[in-house]
């Protein structure tokens, strides 16, 4: 068995056992593979051994790769789970099935102009909240959040799923995943995408619904040339 399909399966086991002790289904909660800087070689054995759904960061990385293994494998679903720059919002909204990080008025902007234009595309769209305030991260502010959902609706029309955050690194991930349910619960937000390789067992016991997980399906990344 190749490395990735063995760290596809441990994965799926962890998913399964943090299921469980949550008392909660194997299938309300997506696993998304997180593929980004790993070439079409490496995701080939991990489509092979059953995945569907695959993460990408960058969307010139994802256009280079995924269209030739899409259409070799038309079920696959792929996810934009890092920021998205306004002016890339046409290749997004034609290449992506979700996009996880929806976190600006001039975005939300950008996103209208391109669902009109491209009406047979229907990402799902999640809002993504900086729950440490770091400044260096995009996200909306927890405080804001309850606002910036309400113009996702009413301005711009925009049937928001879900929410999703990233926590500081270095600390304890499950306030941060808690203040994130907690956001989608009062919003009446059925998804929450949170929790990666070393906390997504934490985010399932707090009600993610989708986990992303990268270096434990892939292994390490690869150095940059």
């Known amino acids: ?13 962890e998913i399964a056992r943090a299921c469980r002790d949550a008392r909660r289904p194997r299938d309300s909660v997506t ?21 569907q759904v695959f993460g990408e960061n960058r969307v010139q990385e994802a256009r280079a790769k995924w269209p030739e293994l899409v259409a070799a494998h038309p079920d696959i679903r792929l996810h934009l789970i890092g920021p998205l720059q306004s002016n890339k919002a046409r ?24 669902l009109a234009r491209q009406p047979g595309r229907h990402p799902e769209l999640f809002v993504q909240v900086n729950t440490g305030e770091e400044p260096q991260k995009a996200g909306v502010a927890p405080a804001e959040a309850d ?22 690194a270095g600390e304890a991930p499950g306030p941060h995943f808690a203040l994130t349910a907690k956001i ?15 906390d997504f067992a934490t985010a399932i ?11 434990a399906i892939f292994g390490g990344r690869p150095k940059p040339v």
Do not use: W
């Open 1 to 13: 068995m190749p490395a990735v399909a063995s760290g596809l399966a441990a994965v799926e086991q």
């Open 91 to 114: 290749d997004a909204v034609a290449l992506f099935d979700a996009i996880h990080s929806l976190d600006r008025e001039s975005l939300c902007e950008a996103l209208a102009k391109e």
């Open 205 to 215: 016991a707090l009600g993610a619904t989708h986990v992303r997980v990268g270096s």
């Open 184 to 198: 989608a619960a009062r919003n009446g937000l059925p998804n929450l995408s949170m929790g990666m390789s070393a």
């Open 147 to 168: 606002a910036f959902l309400a113009r996702c609706r009413d301005v711009y029309g925009f049937a928001v799923t879900g929410l999703m955050c990233i926590p500081p």
């Open 31 to 51: 696993l998304v593979a997180v593929s980004k800087t790993f070439d079409a070689d490496a995701i080939r054995p991990v489509i092979a051994a059953g995945q």
